[in-house]
């Protein structure tokens, strides 16, 4: 038995909020796991101090499955991104501290490696089409075979995936939310004149991405889909909300463009009829919000059953201790399709040093034992937490719409 003997939250904000599970055991390991969840943080942090953690000491961090199931089946109140970021906190630690045991980087426990690299798709974005297309040239020359495509939209002071940092994006800016106006009819005409752009300057041989961010109607995310087709794209991301999953099938009905959705999934109910129904062609859900490495796998394990690929949410809004662990993950999972990598500030960078490393379009986890990530806590106590929202979006007239 490896007895946890104490275990804690850090939380921080180096440049931005993160929140950070260090579990420790009697035999001197740690493990670390990211517990953070945009804008509703020490929603987090509370309910690890004041239910998990409690319920954690004295138990065998070798009993990754029996942890797991105490605290989802042992939770009247299951579900729900809180309870399940807390799980992934501890299940991401618990993980960490079994491959450091034996001595190995994580994906060889989870069964090595199916891959050399993990592809990762970077974020371009502009306030004008030429802007995004110049901005995503410049990622073509960092190496990246796959990139993002986001830009402002005339008409609109502001829009989604859309900022003066082109490397990161932190869209939580404020202590209250910021509000927003949005246009799906201002919008919709100008995401293929900015691929036909993108076709043009950056040619076929590298994928093109587009995020929708949950503002759509079904039937514009169809057509919009259906503008796409001539330019390729490797997806289309959450056109619509996913509250409900059958939405989808109006979807397929009018476009071949492949699907994604799935970040804001936080278990395998939320993907099950897409999955089964093949509604979609990648699923989203993270290490994090989806319940830790043993959850992901089970929800990866179905969709590999119909043929729907992984595309795991790695905005900067996850730390670089989910980054690691997705890593270590997408390099063993099968059915593995693309990873998300949105770079983290140099401050981000530092409190939180890393084996992982990118080179030729692929991100590598690294061989240290474990997941390969740490965190300085001296240099983290440096950057208190600090109150930030994420926005709100309103129609023109007023009307509240999805962010």
């Not at 991100?363 to 474990?370: N, Q, S, T």
Request: negative net charge.
């Amino acid at each position: 038995m490896l007895k946890i003997t104490d275990a804690r939250v850090i939380v921080t904000c180096p440049g931005r909020n993160f929140v950070t599970l260090r579990i420790e055991t009697r035999g001197g390991l740690h493990g670390l796991g990211d517990a953070t969840l945009n804008g509703r943080e020490l929603a987090v942090a509370s309910y690890l101090t004041g239910h998990i953690i409690p319920a954690l000491i004295g138990r065998d961090a070798q009993a990754i499955e029996d942890i797991w199931q105490y605290f989802y089946r042992g939770a009247y109140w299951r579900r729900g991104p809180v309870t399940m970021s807390a799980i992934a906190a501890v299940d991401t630690a618990l993980w960490d501290i079994k491959a450091k045991q034996a001595g190995l980087p994580l994906y060889q426990i989870l069964g090595g490696a199916s891959r050399t690299g993990v592809m990762v798709y970077g974020h371009a974005n502009g306030s004008s089409i030429e802007e995004t297309v110049a901005e995503a040239q410049r990622y073509q020359t960092m190496g990246y075979r796959a990139i993002r495509l986001q830009s402002g939209v005339p008409g609109l002071a502001a829009t989604y995936g859309v900022s003066r940092d082109k490397l990161f994006y932190e869209p939580a800016d404020a202590a209250l939310p910021t509000e927003t106006i949005w246009s799906s009819a201002k919008y919709l005409p100008t995401v293929a004149k900015l691929f036909e752009a993108a076709r043009e300057a950056l040619g076929w041989d590298i994928h093109l991405l587009h995020d929708g961010h949950h503002r759509l109607t079904p039937i514009e995310a169809g057509r919009l889909g259906r503008d796409l087709e001539p330019y390729r794209p490797f997806w289309l991301e959450d056109a619509t909300p996913a509250e409900n999953p059958a939405a989808f099938r109006l979807i397929r009905q009018h476009t071949t463009t492949p699907l994604a959705v799935g970040e804001v999934f936080n278990s395998i109910w939320d993907a099950k009829l897409l999955i089964e129904e093949q509604l979609i062609d990648y699923i989203r859900t993270t290490v994090l919000h989806a319940g830790g490495i043993t959850h992901l796998r089970r929800i990866a394990s179905l969709a590999d059953l119909y043929g729907v690929r992984t595309g795991c949410h790695g905005a900067t809004d996850l730390s670089p201790v989910c980054m690691g662990a997705a890593l270590h993950f997408d390099l063993w999972v099968p059915n593995f399709g693309i990873q998300e990598y949105m770079r983290h500030s140099a401050e981000t960078d530092a409190v939180f040093p890393h084996a992982y490393s990118f080179n030729d379009g692929a991100l590598h986890p690294g061989e240290a034992p474990g997941h390969g990530v740490d965190i300085d806590e001296k240099l983290a106590a440096e950057y208190p937490y600090r109150p930030a929202s994420l926005p709100i979006n309103r129609l023109e007239d007023g009307t509240m719409h999805n962010w």
